[in-house]
């Protein structure tokens, strides 16, 4: 009511637009338009009107305290500050960097190397990855053992490759997946292995046989009934078709004695009843490599495979039940998939901790191009910082590590 309140009429008919009984003193009804108009009202609106508003809360007593009590819900976050106690006593706060503990699911890839680098390629660049990122929102991380470029089959006739190979197969029980073609692969005459009671049974085990077969025989033939996630997958015979004649050798065995072999071990596979499906594909190139191609098949049948395996030892837990918790997640799992393979930069480190230890009250900014390692670097930081000492609330948060950051 203490406001100046202009009408300006551009219609032309005269007519007031507040009723006689309406009316105020500071109320003005002008007709028309024009630079007087203009002058008129900022004549009006004086400095008088400047202060009034300036000083509107004392005059309309905005700032009485209401007595009152508040009615909305205090969000999580704030109930949480009010449970740390006294000013006299040291708070300790929760880590809500590292959150709760992550699980951790190997997967051996077993299979000849040479015949079998499309199935092998359109698992580690394909299916594990969507693995991988469908098990995050579990906290599970996922780690396929495909040591195709660590052992080759001349190189396994070297060194320690059987001893590294079934300990990695003992490290990933049950998940195992194995791939069978028409190539048997090298078959060392001599199983040369620590003598320790983890290698006991090729004492006993006949003599010739490959790695592949050694492979299978540990994670699931040995004992099918502990076998729970190991699933094997045959090539169809009809791929022998599309193989042009410079290129069969690489997929087929030409030694009658490996190709026994290879059928004997598909047999004891399907007896065992664990797991087990062809699968159809054509010959092709990939990376310069001949190799089977049209493998979307298979890739969906052991990504299913895999994830109900998964899904079967950790099911889905309930999410959490405020927003504040759900957003806290997706940055704990940031931190846990940086962290993981973290190494190095101590130097940097250490610089960051004395600037902890030293001024809080000033800013520390990391810089550096893209991909350079800085969230990183930050991730790791936060959770050595909040791992050390309770005493010392971190808060860790990442652009883009949720939907809504």
Not at 199 to 221: C, M, V
């Amino acid at each position: 009511p203490d406001m100046l309140f202009v009408s300006v009429d551009l219609s032309g008919s005269g007519k007031s637009t507040i009723g006689a009984d309406e009316k105020h003193p500071l109320d003005i009804m002008i007709t028309g338009f024009s630079d007087q108009i203009l002058r008129f009202i900022a004549e009006r609106g004086d400095q008088n009107q400047l202060q009034y508003v300036e000083h509107i809360d004392e005059a309309k007593d905005l700032n009485k305290k209401d007595d009152r009590q508040d009615t909305y819900e205090a969000s999580p976050w704030w109930r949480w500050l009010d449970t740390l106690g006294h000013e006299d006593e040291i708070p300790r706060y929760p880590n809500i960097v590292s959150g709760e503990s992550w699980r951790s699911v190997r997967v051996f890839i077993s299979s000849t190397f040479l015949d079998m680098h499309g199935e092998r390629d359109i698992l580690t660049r394909i299916v594990f990855p969507e693995l991988k990122e469908r098990a995050k929102q579990r906290k599970i991380n996922i780690f396929e053992v495909d040591l195709r470029w660590g052992v080759t089959e001349e190189e396994s006739q070297h060194g320690k490759s059987i001893e590294l190979c079934l300990s990695e197969v003992e490290r990933c029980k049950p998940y195992f997946v194995g791939i069978l073609g028409n190539r048997y692969g090298w078959a060392p005459q001599e199983y040369e292995v620590p003598d320790h009671h983890r290698f006991q049974w090729l004492k006993n085990y006949p003599k010739g046989r490959s790695i592949t077969e050694l492979e299978i025989h540990l994670a699931a033939l040995s004992d099918p009934s502990s076998a729970s996630a190991t699933f094997f997958y045959f090539r169809d015979n009809s791929f022998s078709s599309s193989i042009p004649e410079n290129y069969k050798k690489s997929f087929e065995d030409e030694d009658e004695d490996a190709r026994e072999k290879m059928e004997d071990l598909k047999q004891r596979i399907r007896d065992s009843y664990l797991p087990c499906q062809e699968y159809s594909c054509e010959f092709g190139m990939s990376d310069g490599k001949p190799a089977a191609v049209y493998l979307n098949e298979f890739a969906e049948r052991v990504f299913n495979d895999l994830w109900g395996a998964i899904d079967a030892e950790y099911p889905s837990q309930l999410a959490p039940d405020n927003e504040l918790m759900c957003e806290r997640s997706y940055h704990q799992a940031f931190v846990q998939t940086l962290t993981n393979n973290f190494v190095g930069r101590k130097e940097m480190l250490d610089q960051m901790q004395r600037h902890i230890d030293g001024t809080r009250s000033q800013l520390l900014v990391i810089t550096g191009k893209a991909g350079e390692g800085k969230s990183a670097l930050l991730a790791t930081f936060a959770k050595t910082l909040a791992d050390k000492d309770d005493r010392t609330f971190v808060l860790a948060h990442f652009i883009g590590a949720s939907p809504g950051s």
